[in-house]
């Protein structure tokens, strides 16, 4: 399968087109608990999935695997809070919304993978892994 076919590419441009689309449709604030709440749970849910796709080396402490973790989950829900206040500022110009959407994937992609590869070297390697893959 080459990396291009691979569904988790396609993740992060779907999820904050999702929290733009949800923005401009719900218009609730960021303050809602809801939005917080299913924010947060999408983040969760995209790091298990980063967690499914990969292994962890036998040397990782617990604690390291632990904050390499809160990375990934702190790290791809900032993405989608950007995307979710985009949506909401600019429900009435959806041309506009659409735009910034497009322009800003190619950076939010660059970003994403900074915190794949900050969160992988805690939670997957061993902290004198000679070999790491990260």
């Given at each position: 399968m080459d990396i291009i076919d691979h569904p988790l590419v396609l993740a992060p441009g779907v999820l904050t087109a999702a929290a733009a689309f949800a923005g401009a449709r719900t218009r609730r604030p960021l303050?809602?608990?809801?939005?917080?709440?299913?924010?947060?749970?999408?983040?969760?849910?995209?790091t298990c999935w980063v967690v499914a796709e990969s292994r962890f080396d036998d040397g990782v402490a617990v604690g390291r695997a632990v904050e390499g973790i809160a990375i990934f989950v702190?790290?791809?829900?900032?993405?989608?809070?950007?995307?979710?206040?985009?949506?909401?500022?600019?429900?009435?110009?959806?041309?506009?919304?659409?735009?910034?959407?497009?322009?800003?994937?190619?950076?939010?992609?660059?970003?994403?993978?900074?915190?794949?590869?900050?969160?992988?070297?805690?939670?997957?390697?061993?902290?004198?892994?000679?070999?790491?893959?990260?």
């Amino acid at each position: 399968m080459d990396i291009i076919d691979h569904p988790l590419v396609l993740a992060p441009g779907v999820l904050t087109a999702a929290a733009a689309f949800a923005g401009a449709r719900t218009r609730r604030p960021l303050s809602d608990p809801a939005v917080l709440i299913s924010i947060v749970l999408v983040a969760i849910l995209s790091t298990c999935w980063v967690v499914a796709e990969s292994r962890f080396d036998d040397g990782v402490a617990v604690g390291r695997a632990v904050e390499g973790i809160a990375i990934f989950v702190a790290g791809f829900a900032l993405p989608l809070l950007v995307f979710y206040f985009a949506g909401l500022k600019l429900a009435a110009h959806p041309v506009v919304l659409a735009g910034g959407w497009l322009l800003l994937l190619y950076p939010v992609y660059i970003y994403l993978v900074l915190v794949l590869l900050f969160g992988a070297d805690l939670a997957f390697c061993a902290p004198d892994a000679y070999e790491c893959p990260v």
